[in-house]
């Protein structure tokens, strides 16, 4: 009886081996991994967000409004009842917490779900669709993925297999919304995106689906090589893209590049879509978390200028200010984050000139920092070899942007720096899943959309943490 309920309420979920036959990559686990020995800087106000006030946005085809604020469900609440399943990413999603906040959301306007076969290892379609099955229909819009990276997935019946099981998950007969999903990731982008959707036929099975009906609005979603963004753009008299999904923050308007130089800045992307009239769909306006757990003395100049927000409030003003943008995404694992979401569109306060300004000068400051571009979206997951690749990134970066990241043995803070660097590390990642039993095989490489160089980073922080080690020893 129990396991029924179980699979009633989550669905049986994939094995490990299973799961990456068909995607080809490890999805998103549902927790948050969490950094001990360094502050947490921030702050939701506990002040209920009104009714009746989200902003919308007007689809320019179908004329219907889309609310400014999305629903992201590739991070669900999970029942924590087991350390090693929320480790490797098999934690029970709490279909019963999914449901309160989808209903909460639903009531306070959001109408625009994002989710993908590949997220929640492959859950997170059924759990949705649990969700939203209780609502009209005419209530929400749905978006999902073709998400097809494994290239076992690349065969046209592959591809209308995975499509198909999509509306079943989700119990629905049409989607509002499908993108091809992670345009440019993999070592050839082009290569690879044309062996996943134009050499096998899927991309015309798709644009005949949206002829019926059956596919509401065409896009897709953009990580990576650039020459396939560009390439995708020059074929929209083509394919006609109804929208695009692209990565957009105070932080990779200009400086993406500067982070990564194989990444490509976010004013060029816009830029693109709207000389074309396409709308934009925001993904990471947050980057992974990292933008609402800014350095203290970033955070302490936003507070100066806005006691009253939160520290992400401005990311999330910032990429709904721009006009040609549709909804902004957000994955909203817990209640709180909802609220505050709610909060900041209901309505939009735009940003003025000057606040943009300021929120430009914040960002060229916190390049100064120097930390590793992660968004901890966690597609690099499972490592083969059960290294914790995005919670090290997260500890790292945490530590680095509130000084805990010692390298002056002679300054006065170096000992409790070091102290909470270390003592944060072992507590948040375990030992046998630390940076230093990497091999360097770059398994996790080709899927990180931010294209981070992954086992030479794994590499730098296991040489420093040895580094530290050797210090508290006295060696």
């Not at 996943?196 to 949206?210: A, H, P």
């Not at 520290?311 to 957000?330: D, H, I, K, M, Q």
């Amino acid at each position: 009886m129990e396991q029924d309920k179980k699979n009633i309420t989550t669905g049986k979920a994939l094995s490990r081996r299973d799961f990456l036959k068909a995607m080809g990559l490890g999805a998103a686990t549902l927790t948050i991994p969490t950094v001990v020995g360094c502050s947490d800087n921030t702050e939701i106000t506990e002040q209920e967000p009104p009714k009746g006030k989200m902003t919308y946005r007007t689809n320019p085809k179908t004329g219907e409004k889309v609310s400014l604020l999305g629903y992201g469900m590739m991070r669900l609440p999970t029942i924590e009842s087991n350390a090693s399943a929320r480790e490797d990413g098999d934690a029970e999603i709490d279909q019963e917490m999914v449901n309160r906040q989808v209903d909460y959301a639903i009531e306070h306007g959001v109408n625009y779900f994002d989710t993908s076969p590949a997220y929640c290892k492959g859950r997170s379609e059924h759990c949705t669709g649990i969700a939203l099955s209780r609502h009209k229909r005419e209530e929400f819009f749905i978006a999902t993925k073709l998400s097809n990276f494994s290239p076992d997935t690349w065969s046209l019946e592959a591809g209308v297999e995975m499509f198909q099981n999509s509306l079943k998950e989700l119990q629905v007969d049409y989607v509002d919304y499908l993108l091809l999903h992670g345009i440019g990731m993999g070592e050839d982008g082009m290569e690879t995106y044309r062996g996943r959707y134009e050499d096998n036929g899927l991309l015309e099975y798709l644009l005949e689906q949206r002829e019926k009906g059956v596919i509401r609005n065409l896009g897709f979603s953009y990580h990576g090589d650039i020459a396939v963004f560009d390439y995708l753009l020059s074929q929209h008299d083509r394919y006609h893209w109804d929208f695009v999904q692209i990565e957009l923050n105070y932080l990779d308007w200009k400086h993406a590049k500067e982070i990564n130089e194989r990444n490509t800045n976010a004013d060029y992307l816009y830029g693109e879509l709207l000389k074309r009239n396409i709308p934009a769909v925001i993904m990471e306006p947050l980057l992974g978390g990292r933008l609402s757990k800014l350095p203290d003395p970033l955070v302490k100049r936003l507070k100066t200028r806005d006691k009253e927000h939160s520290v992400a409030s401005w990311a999330f003003r910032y990429a709904g200010t721009y006009p040609n943008v549709l909804t902004v995404l957000s994955g909203m694992t817990f209640m709180e984050h909802l609220k505050d979401n709610l909060r900041t569109y209901s309505p939009l306060v735009p940003l003025t000139d000057e606040e943009m300004k300021f929120l430009e000068q914040i960002a060229t400051d916190m390049v100064s920092y120097n930390t590793i571009p992660c968004n901890d979206c966690k597609y690099c997951m499972p490592c083969p070899y059960g290294i914790d690749i995005p919670a090290i990134f997260v500890h790292y970066n945490k530590c680095l942007s509130e000084g805990n990241v010692p390298h002056d043995s002679e300054s006065a803070e170096y000992a409790k720096q070091r102290r909470a660097f270390l003592v944060g590390y072992d507590r948040s990642v375990p030992k046998l899943r630390q940076a230093d039993h990497c091999i360097g095989c770059g398994h996790c490489v080709p899927h990180c959309p931010q294209r981070i160089q992954i086992p030479r980073e794994l590499h730098r922080i296991s040489e420093y943490v040895e580094e530290l080690k050797r210090a508290k020893q006295g060696l």
